[in-house]
């Protein structure tokens, strides 16, 4: 075989093998949208919330419900977005359970990125103490903790009052997209 024969069979080899590291890098993006819900408010916020992260290229998003989520899904995701309805203003025990049960994986969740979003049947029925209930379990995983950005409503995470409506959606994909995007730079 002549000499730059071989030379294009190695760097061919070589092409493949890059090309499978950076496939395995691209994996490491990983956004899990988890959620608690029992008559379906929540669960629509979080389909919005999903819906923003699989806008971001190169960021595999996960939608699970609570009892779905495994050890697994929160160390493979780099960032995890949280919701819940209002019950008596934090979180619903089914969303508590998860953080209650994975207690044993704090040491491998710091410096993932963390968000919330509620629903809740009152305007003034404890939207922000249920989020503030969520986000204080990220934090005591270690996590970095982000709010709706500055162009949703720049506040604690996203939150209606019963199903979201239009406006409330935009917000939810707009924070799915944040977090994607900060889960990208951070990896
Ligand atoms: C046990 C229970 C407690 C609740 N507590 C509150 C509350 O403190 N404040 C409030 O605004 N809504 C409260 N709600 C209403 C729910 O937060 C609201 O209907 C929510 O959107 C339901 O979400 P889901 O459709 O995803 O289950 C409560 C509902 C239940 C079943």
Redesign the pocket.
């Known amino acids: 075989m002549k000499p730059n024969l071989i030379f294009l069979y190695i760097n061919k080899f070589y092409g493949l093998f890059l090309n499978k590291v950076i496939i395995m890098n691209k994996s490491a993006n990983k956004v899990l949208v988890m959620?608690?819900?029992?008559?379906?408010?929540?669960?629509?916020?979080a389909q919005m919330i999903a819906k923003g992260v699989k806008e971001v290229n190169n960021v595999e998003c996960i939608l699970k419900s609570a009892s779905d989520v495994t050890k697994d899904d929160f160390i493979s995701s780099y960032g995890i977005i949280a919701g819940?309805?209002?019950?008596?203003?934090?979180m619903?025990a089914e969303l508590k359970d998860v953080f209650d049960r994975f207690v044993s994986l704090r040491k491998k969740m710091g410096d993932k990125i963390g968000a919330a979003f509620?629903?809740?049947?009152?305007?003034?029925?404890?939207?922000e103490t249920?989020i503030m209930s969520i986000i204080q379990a990220f934090l005591i995983y270690g996590m970095i903790i982000v709010g709706d950005p500055l162009d949703a409503t720049g506040h604690y995470g996203v939150a209606c009052?019963?199903?979201p409506d239009e406006e409330t959606s935009i917000n939810a994909i707009k924070l799915g997209r944040r977090v994607a995007f900060l889960v990208k730079k951070l990896n």
């Open positions: 959620y608690f819900s029992k008559t379906g408010n929540t669960k629509k916020l819940s309805p209002v019950y008596f203003g934090s619903a509620v629903t809740a049947g009152d305007e003034s029925g404890g939207k249920t009052t019963g199903a």
